[in-house]
């Protein structure tokens, strides 16, 4: 960890730099990156050549990106093949390497830094591994969405996140929002004009974000009710299909078996509004600012909630998102249900 560059930070315009963005984790955490991404590269479209270190989980997630130069797999999981991952990151010869880790130190990611060789290693102070950092920022004391703490990495690059649009934003092909449309339109021909598009996820990636499936069930009958002319689709991971096949049965949703990542981020561009536990397509509604209904454990909201857009946070007073009475979700979605009601009339 030499120091020689410690506390320097170079002219980002006066040469090209090779950059890599370290988010190995969650797809959600690499959705609501992508504002940060963004900036970065706009900023110094001919100097910085912006790689990703990404997870093969949250890989998918920018494939259309193209202000990026390379997105980099990476499976945390498999610790044979970190040597292999070290030594290809030290031959890139990145210039710097950004440490998405904001909020909570990580010892993965502190390797991956150390490993590349980067001259420049850039992260946020006060979050355990300011040793290892040659350019620490300053983290934004009254930062409360993630996104805001993470705005505090380019601030290493000479610019001033509150000046900046950081919302999440990601970019589909054609075919992706055509296959999107389709699914919306079920056997139908067209959808009836007035009919809303609701969509529901079941899906949680923790089990203390899992909603019971007849709360479910009860807040999908209570939407078709509030809207009778309303297009309700269902969504959930793989695993829970059989949960799906049941809830949609009951209620009268229409079940979707999405084909992966980019399938699902189709389908939610192409929605009305969505209802959905906290996991990452909440994040998609940011993205592509959809309004959206979203259970969150306590405490959670503030830092994971829908950022910037139209979206309603019910949040449990314990730290399970099943102890989130299915009555207070029902009242949250109609009321959203109203407001586009009212928006499309």
Same mark, same amino acid.
């Given at each position: 960890?030499?120091?020689?560059?410690?506390?320097?930070?170079?002219?980002?315009?006066?040469?090209?730099?090779?950059?890599?963005?370290?988010?190995?984790?969650?797809?959600?955490?690499?959705?609501?990156?992508?504002?940060?991404?963004?900036?970065?590269?706009?900023?110094?479209?001919?100097?910085?050549?912006?790689?990703?270190?990404?997870?093969?989980?949250?890989?998918?997630?920018?494939?259309?990106?193209?202000?990026?130069?390379?997105?980099?797999?990476?499976?945390?999981?498999?610790?044979?093949?970190?040597?292999?991952?070290?030594?290809?990151?030290?031959?890139?010869?990145?210039?710097?390497?950004?440490?998405?880790?904001?909020?909570?130190?990580?010892?993965?990611?502190?390797?991956?830094?150390?490993?590349?060789?980067?001259?420049?290693?850039?992260?946020?102070?006060?979050?355990?591994?300011?040793?290892?950092?040659?350019?620490?920022?300053?983290?934004?004391?009254?930062?409360?969405?993630?996104?805001?703490?993470?705005?505090?990495?380019?601030?290493?690059?000479?610019?001033?996140?509150?000046?900046?649009?950081?919302?999440?934003?990601?970019?589909?092909?054609?075919?992706?929002?055509?296959?999107?449309?389709?699914?919306?339109?079920?056997?139908?021909?067209?959808?009836?004009?007035?009919?809303?598009?609701?969509?529901?996820?079941?899906?949680?990636?923790?089990?203390?974000?899992?909603?019971?499936?007849?709360?479910?069930?009860?807040?999908?009958?209570?939407?078709?009710?509030?809207?009778?002319?309303?297009?309700?689709?269902?969504?959930?991971?793989?695993?829970?299909?059989?949960?799906?096949?049941?809830?949609?049965?009951?209620?009268?949703?229409?079940?979707?078996?999405?084909?992966?990542?980019?399938?699902?981020?189709?389908?939610?561009?192409?929605?009305?509004?969505?209802?959905?536990?906290?996991?990452?397509?909440?994040?998609?509604?940011?993205?592509?600012?959809?309004?959206?209904?979203?259970?969150? #454990?306590?405490?959670?909201?503030?830092?994971?909630? #829908?950022?910037?857009?139209?979206?309603?946070?019910?949040?449990?007073?314990?730290?399970?998102?099943?102890?989130?009475?299915?009555?207070?979700?029902?009242?949250?979605?109609?009321?959203?249900?109203?407001?586009?009601?009212?928006?499309?009339?």
């Amino acid at each position: 960890m030499g120091r020689s560059a410690r506390g320097m930070r170079p002219d980002w315009r006066d040469r090209t730099y090779r950059v890599l963005f370290l988010r190995h984790d969650r797809i959600g955490d690499m959705i609501l990156s992508t504002g940060i991404l963004r900036a970065i590269a706009q900023a110094y479209p001919h100097t910085i050549q912006l790689d990703v270190l990404a997870s093969t989980t949250n890989a998918p997630v920018l494939r259309n990106e193209r202000y990026l130069h390379e997105v980099i797999h990476f499976d945390r999981k498999a610790a044979a093949s970190f040597p292999g991952t070290f030594a290809a990151l030290r031959r890139r010869r990145y210039d710097a390497v950004i440490d998405c880790m904001v909020t909570a130190p990580s010892l993965t990611t502190l390797l991956l830094m150390l490993a590349s060789g980067a001259r420049y290693r850039i992260g946020v102070a006060k979050r355990g591994n300011d040793i290892a950092y040659t350019l620490p920022v300053p983290p934004r004391e009254t930062a409360r969405h993630i996104v805001d703490h993470l705005g505090a990495l380019v601030t290493a690059f000479g610019l001033e996140p509150s000046s900046l649009d950081l919302r999440p934003r990601l970019q589909l092909s054609t075919a992706e929002r055509e296959r999107g449309e389709r699914v919306w339109m079920g056997e139908t021909e067209h959808r009836p004009p007035t009919g809303l598009r609701l969509l529901v996820n079941i899906s949680a990636g923790r089990g203390h974000h899992a909603w019971p499936d007849t709360s479910f069930t009860q807040v999908i009958r209570a939407a078709r009710q509030h809207a009778p002319g309303a297009e309700i689709v269902l969504v959930s991971s793989p695993g829970d299909r059989a949960r799906a096949a049941v809830i949609a049965a009951e209620s009268g949703a229409r079940l979707v078996e999405d084909e992966g990542i980019r399938d699902a981020m189709a389908i939610v561009a192409q929605s009305d509004l969505v209802f959905t536990p906290d996991t990452s397509i909440s994040h998609m509604c940011s993205a592509f600012e959809k309004p959206a209904v979203v259970l969150h #454990p306590r405490g959670n909201a503030a830092i994971w909630g #829908p950022y910037q857009t139209d979206g309603t946070v019910v949040e449990s007073v314990t730290d399970n998102v099943a102890d989130i009475p299915a009555d207070e979700a029902s009242r949250a979605l109609t009321q959203l249900l109203a407001k586009a009601q009212s928006s499309r009339a």
